[in-house]
Nanobody
């Protein structure tokens, strides 16, 4: 069974830092793009940052210069280093991965989501 598991969320004061991790496990052949999304209460889920298999990145304007996304392909893990956190960064953060998995003698590609991790920034 393929899973994405996030960790690293928590409560932090404004101006502080957190690092989120998302580890993929299961019969994975290859991981293509990975990304972090967030959803605040009453709002739609939004893209925070994404990284391609080759390491190309893009960020939401609201986090540019404060957040850094990276990945360790040897560990099937993506990270989100968050600095200068603001109360408006408070949300549940979700990891998404486009994974090519092994099923029998075939491979198939799907998007997978983690269960989410809460980030709360106090003012």
């Amino acid at each position: 069974q393929v899973r994405l598991v996030e960790s690293g969320g928590g409560l932090v004061q404004a101006g502080g830092s957190l690092r989120l991790s998302c580890a993929a496990s299961g019969r994975i052949f290859r991981i293509n793009g990975m990304g972090w999304y967030r959803q605040a209460p009453g709002k739609q889920r939004e893209l925070v940052a994404a990284i391609t298999s080759g390491g190309g990145t893009n960020y939401a304007d609201s986090v540019k210069g404060r957040f850094i996304i990276s990945r360790d392909n040897t560990k099937n893990t993506v990270y989100l280093q968050m600095a200068s956190l603001k109360p408006e960064d408070t949300a549940v953060y979700y990891c998404k991965g486009t994974l090519v998995t092994i099923r029998g003698t075939q491979t198939e590609q799907y998007d997978y989501w983690g269960q989410g991790t809460q980030v709360t920034v106090s003012s």
